[in-house]
């Protein structure tokens, strides 16, 4: 089975400081794993993945995302938030062999001027 | 604009009715995803092709809905006798190898 925990339902932040949206998985084997935006009324945006390689995975608009295996997190992370950056975040997983995602119930960030 | 197409955008039906949505996925990709998402949701998934075959399928996915993608380009979903608890956003996403999934803008369904 494959899971994924986003801890916060919310995360506000002012603008020009960093910013960090949490994430924990859980599957049976080597993870892949997603971070995607849904800005309202919109699809999902793709962000970035980590499939292998470097823990640290840079992706589209500035965002980059750690994955640690150890602790079972893919935290999203990005150094400077712009009030355009607020908007609902979603984690994803799949395990090796599977194509379906299994999406965490999201994070709304909140970028203050 | 070469993303994932989606038609129609939104939908209105009876309970009751047969509604079809149809996913025009990126051109040389040859995985198609069907999702769903409730409002508040992250999206649920509900079934997979590569090419025309249909290799995953979601408990979620009841006899009452049905997906095609007859020469592994667009894929169609119906859903049949439609119930309330179908208003959903419909989204469809596509990827290849080292490339996304992509989602499209999804097919708002609302069943009254």
């Known amino acids: 089975a494959q899971s994924v925990a986003q801890p916060e339902d919310q995360v506000n932040v002012a603008e020009g400081n960093p910013l960090t949206v949490k994430c924990t998985y859980s599957?049976?084997?080597?993870?892949?794993l997603f971070w995607y935006v849904q800005y309202p009324n919109r699809g999902l945006q793709f962000l970035l993945k980590?499939?292998?390689?470097?823990?640290l995975v840079k992706g589209s608009y500035g965002f980059e995302a750690e994955f640690n295996k150890s602790q079972t997190s893919f935290h999203l992370k990005k150094p400077s938030a712009l009030v355009s950056d607020s908007a609902l975040y979603f984690c994803?997983?799949?395990?090796?062999?599977?194509?379906?995602?299994?999406f965490g119930s999201g994070t709304r960030l909140q970028v203050q001027p | 604009d070469t993303g994932v197409s989606q038609d129609p955008r939104h939908k209105i039906t009876k309970r009751g009715q047969n509604v079809t949505f149809r996913c025009d996925p990126i051109?040389?990709?040859?995985?198609l995803y069907w999702y769903r998402q409730t409002l508040g949701q992250g999206p649920e998934f509900l079934t997979y092709?590569?090419?025309?075959?249909?290799?995953?399928k979601s408990r979620l996915l009841s006899d009452r809905f049905s997906a095609e993608r007859p020469k592994g380009s667009f894929s169609t979903l119906e859903i049949q006798r439609t119930e309330q608890g179908d208003s959903a956003m419909y989204l469809c996403?596509?990827?290849?190898?080292?490339?996304?999934?992509?989602f499209g803008p999804g097919t708002r369904l609302t069943v009254l």
């Open positions: 996403a596509s990827s290849s190898d080292g490339q996304g999934p992509y």
């Open positions: 599957v049976s084997g080597n993870p892949y």
């Open positions: 980590y499939i292998t390689g470097d823990n």
């Open positions: 994803a997983v799949r395990d090796t062999g599977r194509r379906a995602l299994t």
């Open positions: 051109s040389e990709h040859n995985r």
């Open positions: 092709f590569q090419n025309e075959a249909q290799l995953e």
